[in-house]
């Protein structure tokens, strides 16, 4: 039994998972690292001050505080490896491997995984030469979407409505400028119209259980202007997912999707996310993500009437299967406080 949880993170994302693991009435301490002001407030948890990237302090504390399970928030201590290496020296984790975590932070790989097992996304190309990329745009036309191949904080995507525009992020993105070697490939992809939709699933391997659906608001700005974020806010569930989409999703996407990574060698225990655009219910994959998203996770824990830690125990013990998800039927909301001038230059560290 899970006592002592260590959540990694800092984010609204890790308050609400920190929150809904200590409900559980097997759980007596939550720790957060780093945690943020809200984790502060809340019973039974306790902030640490260790920033979720640093690897061998989060393992330098477990073997001082020895926790019976830990929960991974965040896309960069997954793309670290920090699950093989608790894993490796013998403590509980939940969360996918460097290698399954790939589905994230490498987007040029997910995009010929989703090609060899059939799964629906846009048509793309990728390219780690400037004028071959500005070449393939000019011969493509606007609007189009060109993704960082690596992790840039949910802010590595432009859907370019003009070529120029296009062609010069992704001179930037391959120059280094952007985002370092974050951006050393791009992915450029047909726009794809529809309604987004999240799509997230609890993963053992080779069974998943499917959390209430959920609709991110991407844009920075009200009436779907601005620039494109990591989530201004998101609402449960999505009713562009009605019965017979999701069907859809979890046959010829979540399930192929599973058995592919199997395949590959690299079986996904975690929380496997889909970004979905959906139009005239036939739903294609945007992205996927290795974790929880940011800030679909607040509406869902609020609706998730389970037992959370439960459900994370029967994943990591490959028993889903076994296991059953309790969803509120009533709706949920988050809304998201930015610094004026999200994403791009804006102030951070001030008060709330």
């Given at each position: 039994m899970a006592k002592k949880v260590l959540v990694i993170g800092g984010g609204g994302r890790e308050h609400a998972l920190a929150w809904k693991i200590a409900q559980s009435p097997r759980v007596e301490r939550v720790y957060v690292a780093p945690g943020n002001a809200g984790t502060a407030r809340e019973a039974k948890m306790e902030n640490i001050g260790i920033e979720a990237g640093n690897v061998g302090a989060l393992l330098?504390?477990?073997?001082?505080?020895?926790?019976?399970?830990?929960?991974v928030g965040p896309d960069d201590p997954l793309a670290q490896g920090i699950v093989d290496v608790f894993a490796e020296n013998g403590f509980r984790i939940f969360?996918?491997?460097?290698?399954?975590?790939?589905?994230?932070?490498?987007?040029?790989?997910?995009?010929?995984?989703?090609?060899?097992?059939?799964?629906?996304?846009?048509?793309?190309?990728?390219?780690?030469?400037?004028?071959?990329?500005?070449?393939?745009?000019?011969?493509?036309?606007?609007?189009?979407?060109?993704?960082?191949?690596?992790?840039?904080?949910?802010?590595?995507?432009?859907?370019?409505?003009?070529?120029?525009?296009?062609?010069?992020?992704?001179?930037?993105?391959?120059?280094?400028?952007?985002?370092?070697?974050?951006?050393?490939?791009?992915?450029?992809?047909?726009?794809?119209?529809?309604?987004?939709?999240?799509?997230?699933?609890?993963?053992?391997?080779?069974?998943?259980?499917?959390?209430?659906?959920?609709?991110?608001?991407?844009?920075?700005?009200?009436?779907?202007?601005?620039?494109?974020?990591?989530?201004?806010?998101?609402?449960?569930?999505?009713?562009?997912?009605?019965?017979?989409?999701?069907?859809?999703?979890i046959e010829t996407i979540i399930k192929p999707a599973i058995a592919g990574m199997k395949k590959e060698g690299a079986p996904f225990i975690g929380f496997l996310y889909a970004g979905l655009m959906i139009k005239d219910g036939e739903p294609k994959v945007v992205e996927f993500n290795a974790r929880f998203g940011d800030p679909e996770t607040q509406p869902i824990m609020m609706r998730l009437k389970s037992d959370f830690v439960e459900l994370l125990e029967y994943a990591l013990d490959g028993k889903l299967d076994s296991a059953t998800i309790d969803i509120d039927e009533r709706a949920a909301l988050c809304v998201v406080m930015a610094s004026g001038g999200y994403p791009e230059k804006y102030v951070t560290g001030e008060a709330i």
């Open positions: 330098a504390w477990a073997f001082t505080v020895k926790p019976g399970l830990t929960v969360g996918p491997t460097k290698a399954a975590a790939k589905l994230e932070w490498s987007k040029s790989f997910t995009k010929d995984f989703l090609k060899k097992y059939s799964i629906p996304t846009a048509h793309y190309a990728v390219f780690d030469d400037p004028k071959q990329a500005a070449e393939y745009i000019r011969s493509k036309g606007a609007p189009i979407v060109i993704k960082a191949d690596g992790l840039a904080a949910g802010k590595g995507v432009l859907v370019a409505k003009e070529i120029g525009e296009a062609i010069v992020f992704a001179q930037n993105c391959l120059s280094g400028s952007l985002f370092g070697a974050s951006g050393a490939k791009v992915v450029v992809e047909e726009f794809m119209e529809g309604e987004e939709a999240s799509f997230t699933t609890i993963v053992d391997g080779t069974h998943f259980l499917a959390f209430p659906t959920a609709q991110d608001h991407k844009r920075a700005l009200d009436g779907d202007i601005g620039s494109n974020t990591g989530g201004m806010g998101t609402y449960s569930p999505a009713p562009v997912v009605t019965t017979d989409v999701e069907k859809k999703i």
